[in-house]
């Protein structure tokens, strides 16, 4: 599943970091946090895999 902004990319590359281990899961906050509880290691290497250009900032909440 692709992300859908800049930001929910940014929270899957930091779950996935904590994930493989090369940062401390402790150090994660808010949506990186849930993101490494909830999925697994192939899903937050598709959503952080996305391409950032013409990605908003932010989601829309709709």
Do not use: N
């Amino acid at each position: 599943m692709p992300a859908k902004s800049k930001a929910q990319q940014k929270a899957a590359g930091a779950a996935l970091s904590a994930k493989r281990g090369d940062t401390k899961v402790g150090d994660l906050q808010g949506a990186s946090k849930s993101m490494y509880k909830s999925m697994d290691k192939k899903q937050l290497e598709d959503m952080a895999a996305t391409k950032r250009k013409g990605k908003p900032d932010h989601a829309s909440k709709s």
